[in-house]
């Protein structure tokens, strides 16, 4: 499975059609892409939604939600199918070179040092009694 971010990402610098809701297309060269799928495109020919003008942009900006479709030569997809395609794969390569990751030394969530105040006991150790233990408790008596 292709997912569009990735899609678009791998499109960058390759030639494409753009045609937005209001039935103008824009051809050109995708120069990059964001997280709302917006573009920035270099080399454009706009066409009116009638398909009677042309005129040649140097450089524009579509904003993602106008998009209706995009079209991509079958090089692109191509190349896409190539990449890991899925999160796990991702997060599996980051492992393999050692980054990320929870803890270590069996801590994760609520490990130590997540109470409230003193000093944090380590595995096997009992809390330090003491003045600052038992400060603010009424003395029972």
């Known amino acids: ?3 569009p971010m990735a899609l678009l990402r791998t499109a960058q610098n390759q030639p494409m059609m753009v ?5 103008e297309t824009y051809s050109g060269v995708l120069a990059s892409c ?5 573009l920035h495109m270099r080399d454009i020919v706009c066409t009116s939604r009638d398909g009677e ?6 450089e524009c900006y579509v904003r993602g939600n106008s998009i209706k479709y995009l079209r991509l030569p079958d090089e692109v997809i191509d190349m896409v199918k190539d990449e890991p395609q899925s999160r796990k794969e991702i997060r599996q390569q980051f492992k393999a070179r050692g980054r990320g990751g929870r803890g270590g030394k069996g801590e ?3 490990g130590r040092g997540r109470g409230r105040g003193g000093e944090a006991a380590g595995p ?4 330090a009694g ?3 233990a038992g400060a603010g408790k009424k003395a029972r008596g």
């Not at 096997?124 to 809390?127: A, S």
Request: aromatic share 10%; hydrophobic share 40%; proline share 3%.
């Open 1 to 3: 499975m292709v997912l």
């Open 19 to 23: 045609e937005l809701k209001n039935g």
């Open 34 to 38: 964001d997280g709302f799928m917006n």
């Open 53 to 58: 003008r042309f005129w040649k942009i140097p």
């Open 108 to 110: 994760g969530r609520g």
């Open 124 to 127: 096997g150790e009992k809390r």
């Open 130 to 132: 003491g003045a600052a």
